[in-house]
């Protein structure tokens, strides 16, 4: 059972448009979510967050939009750049009973940003 | 800046031998995390921790265990490798326990079993 799920598995787009990276989730209880980057044989990097309680984050060129009706977020790259092509997972956490919480990520999705 | 070493970038490791992975975090965060990302299937959890010699299984804890004996090491251990053990292991670490906090990953340990 997928909780989180990245549809696209890759996505190409022309140096200095915009990428739209997406994501759904199931689970009304998530209340945070996060976008990360990973280059090969690296460990993800934290981009971006929002919390359940906006549907707005921005931070340079990237923006991160949460519509909690739909269940979805998205990740937006404006300008895009080569340096951006990498796989993108989003990720989202809820509390679990033990009080606890967890991340569950996305399968991922490999940006490449040609020039 | 936020720091989550760990200590094998690459391991080849026989069918049957025991693996420790290890990872340190320096940011004196309660939480850390061991994760294994597969192509297709994302990032899945394994175990986490979030005290010292406190743990909880995670989605796949079948064949690994972890131990944290101080609150910056976390360590996995695979008490009997698989070739389907074969994967990229990842420690992440976070503060308090809320919502709201960024997790912080190491770069990763490449694990071939034989």
């Known amino acids: 059972d997928q909780q989180v799920k990245q549809n696209s598995p890759s996505l190409s787009v022309q140096e200095g448009r915009i990428s739209i990276l997406n994501c759904d989730y199931t689970n009304s209880m998530f209340d945070y979510f996060l976008w990360y980057k990973k280059y090969p044989a690296e460990g ?40 951006d092509s990498a796989v993108y997972f989003c990720a989202a956490s ?22 | 800046d936020v720091k989550v070493t760990q200590s094998s970038r690459y391991l080849v490791k026989r069918t049957g031998e025991k693996v420790f992975l290890e990872c340190v975090q320096d940011m004196d965060h309660e939480n850390m995390f061991w994760y ?22 995670g989605d796949i ?5 972890v131990s944290r004996e101080k609150k910056e090491r976390f360590s ?32 990763g340990s490449w694990l071939t079993v034989v």
């Open chain 2, 36 to 57: 294994r990302q597969d192509p297709g299937l994302g990032l899945r959890l394994i175990y986490f921790s979030y005290d010292v010699k406190m743990k909880e299984k």
């Open chain 1, 44 to 83: 993800p990097t934290f981009l971006i967050s929002i919390s359940s309680i906006k549907d707005k984050n921005e931070d340079g060129r990237f923006t991160v939009f949460l519509n909690k009706s739909a269940k979805h977020l998205s990740l937006h790259i404006v300008p895009s750049q080569p340096g």
């Open chain 2, 76 to 107: 996995l251990i695979l008490e009997s490798a698989s070739t389907n053990q074969t994967s990229m292991y990842l420690c992440a670490s976070s503060a308090s326990l809320s919502s709201g906090n960024t997790i912080y990953f190491g770069e």
């Open chain 1, 94 to 115: 809820a509390r679990k009973a033990s009080g606890t919480y967890k991340y569950i990520f996305g399968t991922g999705t490999r940006l490449k940003v040609l020039a």
């Open chain 2, 61 to 65: 804890p079948e064949g690994y265990s």
